[in-house]
């Protein structure tokens, strides 16, 4: 049973207070999405909970299973059983993906013989073309095929907890199935956690959401069930706005460096 628990996260990215206070609770076998306007801060919420550089946590906690991993880097996070699929995920030329996967693995003792037919039957199950396993990691990929890259890694990693940050961006209808589909498999068989930030509700009609939050200006503004992504695909955002008026404030300076470091 895996548990991550974001509590009061407070984070900044150059400069600006961009998340505000979110909460919230993913534990295993759960899906929850997060929907919710452009530049509202989804992807900061994925980008702090996996640790990338540049982004400051300024309150707040983040726990898997009570232990704290804002202080791990981010491979420590990944180890811990986190993994995140990224809005855009990165190129790197120069590393093939099997190399990643066998890497990553070994690195937390679950190598093995083994591991070049778990990717084989992975991207059989997803539809990527095998030899993107052994191409540079993302190079020349479509978005499709990236997303679908992702999906690959998270079936072969096996982690506790999945931030999917628009897993369903520039797949098309068949592939969408596929992937939605094959990380629903994953909650069903092996208790994965999900948090799924999409801004489509036809994601959730195979990948199915329990928890629906709606995040606003850096808040959950709204929190509800499966109907909630009906009710947004019809009406938009428009009536979750949080009610205060001014625009994200800046960070102070004496705050900013007291989380430094
Ligand atoms: P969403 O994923 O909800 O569309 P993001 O989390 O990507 O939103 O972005 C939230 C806000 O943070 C946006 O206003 C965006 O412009 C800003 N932002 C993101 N990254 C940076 C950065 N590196 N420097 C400055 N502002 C950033
Ligand atoms: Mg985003």
């Known amino acids: 049973m895996a548990e991550l628990v974001v509590s009061g996260l407070r984070a900044a990215v150059g400069g600006k207070e961009i998340l505000r206070g979110v909460d919230l609770t993913v534990r295993s076998g759960e899906v929850h999405a997060v929907m919710g306007p ?17 982004y400051e946590v300024l309150g707040g906690s983040v726990t898997l299973d009570g232990t704290d991993i804002l202080v791990l880097e981010p491979w420590q996070r990944a180890a811990a059983g986190l ?20 890497e990553a693995l070994a690195a937390v003792g679950r190598g093995g013989d083994d591991v070049q037919a778990r990717m084989r039957a992975e991207a059989e199950r ?63 068989e092996r208790g ?11 994601l959730l009609s195979e990948l199915r ?38 625009g994200q404030v800046d960070v102070m300076p004496g705050l900013r460096e007291s989380f430094e470091g």
Do not use: C, W
Not at 83 to 102: C, K, N
Not at 163 to 182: H, N, P, Q, W
Not at 216 to 242: C, H, K, Q, W
């Open 83 to 102: 993994f995140s699929a990224m809005q855009y995920p990165t190129e790197v030329p120069g590393v093939a993906l099997d190399d990643v996967l066998e």
């Open 38 to 54: 452009n530049g509202s801060g989804k992807s900061t919420l994925a980008h702090v909970i996996m640790g990338r550089p540049g």
């Open 209 to 246: 959401a329990d928890v629906v939050h709606v995040l606003s200006r850096g808040r959950i503004v709204a929190t509800g069930g499966p109907e909630l992504a009906e009710e947004l695909e019809s009406t938009g955002y428009a009536g979750f706005a949080d009610d205060e008026a001014e």
């Open 126 to 188: 997803i539809g990527f073309d095998e030899r993107f396993l052994h191409r540079p990691l993302n190079v020349d990929l479509s978005g499709g095929e990236k997303k679908r890259n992702e999906t690959l890694q998270l079936g072969v990693l096996r982690p506790s907890i999945a931030i999917l940050d628009e897993i369903d961006s520039g797949l098309d209808i068949d592939a969408l199935r596929k992937v939605a589909r094959r990380v629903e498999a994953e909650t069903e």
């Open 192 to 202: 994965l956690g999900v948090l799924a930030i999409t801004h489509y509700r036809r």
